[in-house]
């Protein structure tokens, strides 16, 4: 039978950390101590000996996984990349999330997912590991502690296969190795549904408070993305819990104001500090952290009304198609986001009605069925938002289904082997099986050039797998555990060869996919920012834009957006050059930070010898190239100054930024249409010495996507006035030196 909670094994004092306390030794007799490093590597005395060193094993090969080629993604978001610089350079701009040191304008997102790379690069120095080794450790810590949740409750087994899950999962491995908030945000998740699951075994305060704690710096990592699973939470508690109803109302007060106080703090610190001495908000259109987060951040992700955003969505309802893909039940199983998130998840659905059947007529307390409710609730409240939200929505965001899936296929998975006994239970655990092989058959199917030799077998052994798990209660022991064996290992083929793919190759810009290209349509592979909505960007032709008339280009020149991402298997369907690079040799996803083109080996100077490139929608997913000379400009003088320059767009600014290491402002934030600065604000700039060049090209061109108008004026009345100085194929017009 399935394991419950035992007061008398797990005391209200125990932490999953260590063992329990030990029983008093008999009269006469003396426990022999054993070491710390013992201790850990033996676990709980009453554990099988195979079970600590097989979590410590699974930990160490994610990390190791996840460090694999990890400086292959360079500076992976230079957006964010740029932020985290600027932090490791001022404690204001690491207070606030700016984007420079300067303190001009802050990321569109609060700055808690900034902070831990901050703090590494402050301590290592700037480099593509100190800015996504932090990363990788959120990974191993989201493992961690789904395997903890899933131990404590059920089995040793059971957490194993959870982990095991997670950690395979193709876009956990893209996004624990990526600079984005996701990574912070997915373990914090992680964190609060655990907690709440300690909360209901014995109904102790502190455990709620703490998962609103959790939740609350959530939310200062991704705003209010940290909500969605906190009808979930709140309703199983309420139900659920150990003590009477008046203490629960009261327990989840109380961890609703840790919410607001471990939220709110920097909140209400930037909302009250004077406008006139702190960054700009980045993404809103009134300086207000407040409206942004309900605004663009939070109801505009819903119904696609994103002011200064580069476009919306379907509509609701479903099966709205628009800017950023298909909404509908099916979003998560669609060509687009299938191959990110959903390997398992059938079987997940699968496995969470059998693990509801199977604890229905337990008392309403029941920490097992609980346990399901918290993973369940919270896998499927956060799959229907993102099935029929209507704003920008990226592939990578399933990230955060990816630990609620994991918890309930080893929750799921435990459940029904302790029951295969029973006929429905096989069943059921068979059911599951086929539904993975077959789905992972049917996603191999959409990349078929994509090792074509994996998708017959992972078919044929989970069908051969799930009979045998038919009759697993009749069989042996060893038998059934063939079976099982061999049903999991079907199940998690195909997703991990997914997630090799994704380790090989480096990823870069603002749009990111894993797996092999193809995989996610829309983002144009793997290290490729595709344009919303799939296809080529307005006017592009099926090769490159090279800017001009009549070429289909960008603004300014740069390689639109869909045309990158890298393909294992030699020329890509449209013609374009393996691994993502142009026919001109200049890598889509700009310069790595050693000097190398993205993903395609030594270059010298990264392609140009100039700086520009990346103008548009180009400039605004994947920043532009910066070259030699181009930094050399740029560095002259540059302690006399508060910026070296001003570009339009927060992706080309944060490319010289991060290739010179001085302060670039970005003109109208991420999409180059936020009002900031004013063309006022800009020529006081000017007139006080404050900037020395002005970037031409990059953001989104002044006629797209809704532009404000501030960054049009700036780049006319910059234009006109200021002479211009060419650097190999780059433009910058020099503000200290007017063309009169």
Same mark, same amino acid.
């Given at each position: ?56 094993? +699974? ?7 996840? +460090? ?180 629960? +109302? ?190 992972? =058959? ?55 060869? =997914? ?242």
């Amino acid at each position: 039978m399935t394991t419950h909670y035992d007061p008398a094994v797990h005391t209200p004092a125990e932490d999953d950390g260590g063992p329990p306390p030990e029983a008093p030794a008999p009269p006469g007799h003396h426990r022999p101590r054993r070491s710390r490093f013992g201790r850990l590597w033996r676990g709980r005395p009453e554990d099988p000996s195979w079970v600590r060193p097989a979590f410590l094993a +699974l930990l160490t090969a994610t990390a190791l996984l996840y +460090l694999y080629n990890l400086d292959a993604s360079g500076w992976a978001n230079s957006f964010y990349s740029a932020a985290v610089q600027a932090g490791s350079q001022s404690w204001k701009a690491f207070f606030f999330g700016s984007l420079d040191a300067g303190n001009a304008i802050t990321v569109d997102k609060p700055p808690a997912a900034l902070w831990p790379m901050a703090l590494a690069v402050r301590i290592f120095g700037l480099s593509s590991w100190s800015i996504l080794v932090p990363e990788v450790l959120m990974g191993v810590g989201t493992v961690a502690v789904v395997y903890a949740a899933v131990r404590r409750r059920f089995s040793p087994a059971a957490g194993l296969i959870a982990g095991a899950v997670l950690a395979l999962t193709p876009v956990a491995a893209l996004m624990f190795r990526f600079n984005n908030p996701d990574a912070l945000l997915a373990l914090l998740m992680s964190l609060a549904c655990y907690l709440v699951v300690r909360a209901l075994e014995d109904g102790r305060t502190k455990w709620l408070v703490w998962a609103g704690v959790a939740i609350g710096f959530a939310f200062l990592a991704k705003t209010l993305q940290a909500f969605l699973i906190l009808p979930a939470l709140a309703l199983v508690y309420g139900v659920c819990a150990p003590v009477r109803l008046r203490k629960r +109302l009261g327990q989840l007060a109380l961890a609703t104001a840790a919410i607001v106080v471990s939220g709110g703090w920097w909140v209400a610190v930037v909302e009250l500090w004077p406008a006139s001495s702190r960054p700009y908000v980045g993404g809103s259109q009134n300086n207000s952290f407040l409206e942004l987060t309900f605004g663009y951040n939070g109801l505009g992700r819903l119904n696609g009304e994103e002011t200064g955003s580069v476009g919306g969505g379907g509509g609701p309802g479903g099966g709205g198609g628009g800017q950023w893909g298909e909404t509908g039940w099916d979003r998560m199983f669609n060509a687009e986001i299938g191959g990110q998130i959903s390997w398992l998840l059938p079987a997940a659905l699968i496995l969470l009605v059998a693990g509801l059947l199977a604890t229905r007529r337990a008392a309403r307390t029941d920490a097992v069925r609980a346990s399901f409710l918290v993973w369940g609730g919270s896998l499927l409240m956060t799959a229907a938002v993102f099935s029929y939200m209507a704003g920008i929505f990226h592939q990578y965001y399933t990230v955060a289904l990816a630990p609620y899936l994991a918890a309930v296929v080893g929750m799921g998975a435990a459940t029904l082997w302790e029951r295969r006994e029973r006929i429905w239970a096989s069943l059921a655990l068979a059911a599951a099986v086929t539904a993975s092989a077959a789905w992972g =058959y049917v996603l191999l199917d959409r990349t078929p050039d994509y090792l074509p030799w994996l998708r017959m077998p992972v078919l044929v052994g989970g069908l051969v797998a799930a009979l045998g798990l038919v009759f697993a209660g009749r069989l042996g022991r060893r038998t059934a555990l063939a079976a099982a064996g061999l049903g999991l290992v079907a199940s998690l083929a195909a997703p991990t060869a =997914y997630t090799l793919s994704t380790l090989r190759e480096g990823h870069s810009g603002s749009i990111v996919t894993a797996g092999p290209s193809g995989a996610g349509m829309r983002g144009g592979g793997p290290g490729g920012g595709g344009f919303p909505g799939g296809g080529n960007a307005p006017g592009q032709g099926q090769g490159q834009g090279q800017g001009g008339p009549g070429t289909g280009g960008f603004p300014g020149g740069g390689t639109a957006p869909g045309t990158g991402g890298n393909n294992q298997n030699g020329q890509m369907p449209n013609g374009q050059t393996p691994n993502g690079q142009t026919p001109n040799g200049q890598a889509p996803n700009g310069q790595m930070p050693n000097g190398r083109s993205n993903q395609n080996g030594p270059t010298g100077e990264g392609g140009r010898t100039g700086g520009a490139g990346g103008g548009g929608m180009g400039g605004l997913l994947n920043g532009a190239e910066v070259g030699s000379e181009a930094k050399k400009l740029l560095e002259a003088d540059a302690d006399s100054y508060t910026w070296v320059a001003a570009a339009i767009g927060s992706q080309n600014a944060a490319s010289y930024q991060l290739g010179t290491g001085e302060p670039v402002m970005a003109i109208g934030g991420f999409n180059g249409t936020d009002p900031s600065p004013t063309l006022a604000q800009f020529k006081k700039y000017v007139a006080d010495g404050r900037i020395h060049y002005f970037i031409a090209g990059g953001g989104m061109g002044g006629g797209m996507g809704g532009d404000s108008g501030a960054a049009s004026q700036i780049t006319s009345w910059v234009e006109a006035t200021f002479k211009e100085v060419t650097v190999g194929s780059a433009t910058f017009y020099d503000l200290t030196s007017p063309t009169d």
